[in-house]
């Protein structure tokens, strides 16, 4: 499967971003897709994972209830960011990988899409 994730800008602190990643190739039926993120001189940190096939979403403890993953019928994975903080400054990346759910080391993904930089100003 190959990724290709845009969507990224310059937000105010409280404002929303959706960051998406088209997906094309071939899936699996235990394809996870997951967002990463890394900020400046800090190592690159798991955000959420959806299972491909559907049904299961996880995601780390500092977004949730403020980000939601999904997936549409055309085959790109959505990373909505509400109330967004100048902390979620980062480069984000979208990543597949297989396996059992979820998925939160980065390299238990085997296919990552190119970065979209996502800047929260306060």
């Known amino acids: 499967v190959q990724l290709q994730a845009f969507g990224g800008g310059l937000v105010q602190a409280g404002g929303s971003l959706r960051l998406s990643c088209a997906a094309s190739g071939r899936t699996f039926s235990n394809t996870v897709i997951g967002w990463f993120r890394q900020a400046p001189g800090k190592e690159r940190e798991f955000v959420a994972a959806?299972?491909?096939?559907?049904?299961?979403t996880y995601y780390v403890d500092s977004v949730k209830g403020r980000f939601t993953i999904s997936r549409d019928n055309a085959n790109t994975v959505y990373l909505q960011m509400n109330s967004l903080k100048p902390e979620d400054t980062a480069v984000y990346y979208c990543?597949?990988?297989?396996?059992?759910?979820?998925?939160?080391?980065?390299?238990?993904?085997?296919?990552w899409g190119q970065g979209t930089q996502v800047t929260v100003s306060s």
């Open positions: 959806a299972r491909w096939s559907g049904g299961s």
């Open positions: 990543a597949a990988g297989r396996g059992g759910f979820p998925l939160v080391r980065y390299v238990e993904y085997e296919r």
